[in-house]
């Protein structure tokens, strides 16, 4: 069990289009956390994972500062690079931050898939790593996870559903291959 104390987050429920959306926020006003309500547990997994080394993590109820509500209330709005402005900070291995990173500079109403970020990182050979570091990703939508789709065009895993990936890809405007 590590000494460091554990870090505190700020949890806070914004209603969008297709569901209840869960967001922490750290002390110095960073999106820490988004998740759909009907996953807590796993953003709870998520985040008992990602912060184990650090002390560990606690949620306490809040309000997430304006600025990241009107932002997430504005992309569900159709301002789709409002989410642009939001701080994060992330936990996570080195390879999943890097990944996290990469994944927010797939602009909206783009696409990308597994193997071209895994080329992009310069580790083509690590697809596989690729989708599970896309599937710990811990901030929905704004690290935007849903744009990376399979390398035939269709639409693959989604920690929120799928049918929410599918949601946001058409928001966005984004070309892929339904079912």
């Known amino acids: 069990m590590s000494a460091d104390a554990p870090q505190r987050f700020v949890l806070d429920r914004l209603r969008t289009p297709i569901g209840d959306m869960l967001i922490g926020v750290d002390e110095r006003e960073r999106l820490r956390i988004a998740d759909f309500a009907d996953y807590?547990?796993?953003?709870?997994?998520?985040?008992?994972?990602?912060?184990?080394?650090?002390?560990?993590?606690?949620?306490?109820q809040g309000r997430a500062p304006k600025a990241i509500r009107d932002a997430l209330t504005?992309?569900?709005?159709?301002?789709?690079?409002?989410?642009?402005?939001?701080?994060?900070e992330t936990g996570g291995t080195d390879f999943q931050r890097r990944l996290w990173r990469a994944l927010r500079e797939i602009p909206p109403g783009r696409t990308t898939t597994y193997g071209a970020l895994a080329a992009r990182l310069g580790a083509p050979q690590a697809v596989r790593a690729i989708g599970a570091a896309n599937g710990a990703n811990p901030i929905s939508v704004i690290l935007p996870c849903h744009r990376v789709i399979g390398a035939n065009g269709r639409l693959t895993g989604y920690?929120?559903?799928?049918?929410?990936?599918?949601?946001?890809?058409?928001h966005e405007g984004a070309a892929f291959r339904d079912e």
Not at 159 to 170: I, Q
Request: proline share 2%; hydrophobic share 40%; net charge positive.
């Open 74 to 88: 504005a992309y569900f709005s159709g301002e789709l690079k409002a989410i642009d402005s939001i701080g994060i």
């Open 159 to 170: 920690g929120g559903g799928l049918h929410r990936k599918r949601w946001l890809l058409t």
């Open 40 to 60: 807590e547990p796993r953003m709870r997994t998520l985040l008992r994972q990602q912060y184990a080394a650090r002390g560990g993590a606690e949620l306490s």
